[in-house]
């Protein structure tokens, strides 16, 4: 921040507390972070150290507790659910570790999906060359027990991992 920048993610002192009836477990504390435009940012630790808990509040998929979130200089804490999709659908990408891939479509399917909330028109996708992904739908590919994709239902998936996985 020192040429006068702001940054794109700014967190203030973020806590994120999760209350049950027996215990109160503190997620995160006091939290400070400046992610500027175009920057890359690797978030590690150990297991349960809220590393998980972070990247959802970053993508606005759950709230901090306590503490000031900044999205390009925006407050998002009155942002309601709806306001909250649209920034993840034009600003915030996802990749998941789980795949979060919608079984009964093609992969081209699954890649354009979000592009249509975006109210694209259909020549815009249509320039996504098809040829590529058609390998795709027909590869014959089988997919590792140990993934979390795998299961009965994805033996039945018209979708195809590429053959190189």
């Known amino acids: 921040m020192d ?3 702001k940054p794109l993610i700014h967190l203030e002192n973020v806590k994120k507390v999760f209350y049950t009836d027996e215990v109160e477990t503190h997620a995160l504390s006091n939290v400070h972070l400046d992610i500027m435009a175009g920057e890359y940012l690797a978030i590690a630790g150990p297991s ?17 507790s306590d503490g000031i979130y900044l999205l390009d200089g925006k407050p998002v804490s009155g942002l309601t659910a709806s306001q909250r ?11 998941f570790q789980a795949f979060n891939l919608i079984g009964d479509l093609t992969v081209f399917e699954n890649v354009e999906l979000p592009l249509t909330y975006r109210d694209m028109p259909s020549a815009a996708t249509a320039s996504v ?3 590529s992904v058609s390998a795709w739908r027909t590869a014959p590919t089988t997919i590792p027990r140990s993934f979390p994709a795998a299961s009965s239902s994805a033996s039945r998936s018209r979708v195809r991992l590429p053959a190189i996985l």
């Not at 150290?49 to 606005?60: N, V």
């Not at 999709?85 to 990749?95: E, K, L, M, S, W």
Request: charged residues 15%; without cysteine; aromatic residues 2%.
């Open 48 to 64: 349960g150290g809220g590393k998980t808990t972070l990247l959802s509040i970053l993508g606005l998929l759950d709230t901090p």
């Open 129 to 131: 060359p098809r040829s």
């Open 3 to 5: 040429n006068g920048t």
């Open 85 to 95: 999709a649209h920034v993840r659908n034009r600003q915030i990408g996802f990749i």
